[in-house]
């Protein structure tokens, strides 16, 4: 079955860090590009962090830039997103979300998990 | 960064009728060397992921049904349901993908009247 599945959501408090993981199944991983795509409670969907397939290009939203960091293991078929420096504001779901890629660093979204929370409180 | 404003922000349609929703983007997404608009539709249901529905602002995906369509070039783009269903209350996203950072609408929230 094609899915993404992510994990490592939780409660940190404000400065905190924590490691987002995406669990891919059913496709050929290192051939998509890939992205994290957040919504705060109660609110829209925010792009934060693409990389392309060979994690060659590697782009962040400014909102996230020089705190969260994005990488792959196309072994592994995983996708990382590690957060440092978090912020309230950072408060979301977080989904996992496959691009079709139409241009360097863009793409549409043609297959996405179901989430993980990430809460920033203290 | 493009902005991406949709009217309205909720609608109530009755079962059978048709929901119209807009989408407006602050710069072209028209690709002028290929002549296509880099425009997606998604729908999200309560406590789901979004749901790609349309690409290039007006192909349907794979198994979407075809009272969703949507139309529109440039900036103004739109996202009808022929005849709404019970389960295609949600709200609706577009997204433009022409260039980076890639921006969403804010959501079109559509349900029964």
């Known amino acids: 079955e094609v899915q993404l599945v992510e994990s490592g959501g939780g409660l940190v408090q404000p400065g905190g860090s924590l490691r987002l993981s995406c669990a891919a199944s059913?496709?050929?991983?290192?051939?998509?590009?890939m992205n994290w795509v957040r919504q705060a409670p109660g609110k829209g969907l925010e792009w934060v962090s693409y990389?392309?397939?060979?994690?060659?290009?590697?782009y962040y939203a400014d909102s996230v830039k020089g705190r969260f960091t994005l990488s792959r293991d196309n072994a592994k078929n995983s996708l990382h997103l590690q957060m440092n420096s978090l912020r309230d504001e950072d408060t979301a779901v977080y989904y996992c979300?496959?691009?079709?890629?139409?241009?360097?660093?863009?793409?549409?979204?043609?297959?996405w998990g179901r989430g993980t929370l990430v809460t920033v409180s203290s | 960064d493009i902005v991406m404003t949709q009217s309205p922000d909720s609608l109530a349609v009755s079962l059978g009728e048709r929901a119209t929703i807009n989408c407006r983007s602050s710069?072209?997404?028209?690709?002028?060397?290929?002549?296509?608009?880099?425009l997606a539709w998604y729908q999200q249901k309560p406590g789901q992921p979004p749901k790609l529905l349309i690409s290039?602002?007006?192909t349907r995906e794979s198994g979407v049904p075809d009272r969703f369509s949507g139309s529109g070039s440039g900036t103004d783009f739109t996202l009808t349901i022929s005849s709404l269903q019970a389960e295609d209350v949600a709200v609706y996203y577009c997204?433009?993908?022409?260039?980076?950072?890639?921006?969403f609408g804010g959501g079109t929230k559509v349900e029964i009247k």
């Open positions: 997204q433009q993908y022409y260039s980076s950072p890639l921006t």
């Open positions: 979300a496959r691009a079709t890629v139409t241009g360097v660093g863009r793409g549409y979204f043609d297959l």
């Open positions: 710069q072209s997404v028209l690709y002028s060397s290929n002549n296509k608009n880099y």
């Open positions: 290039w602002a007006s």
């Open positions: 059913g496709f050929t991983f290192s051939s998509y590009s």
């Open positions: 990389s392309s397939g060979s994690s060659s290009n590697i």
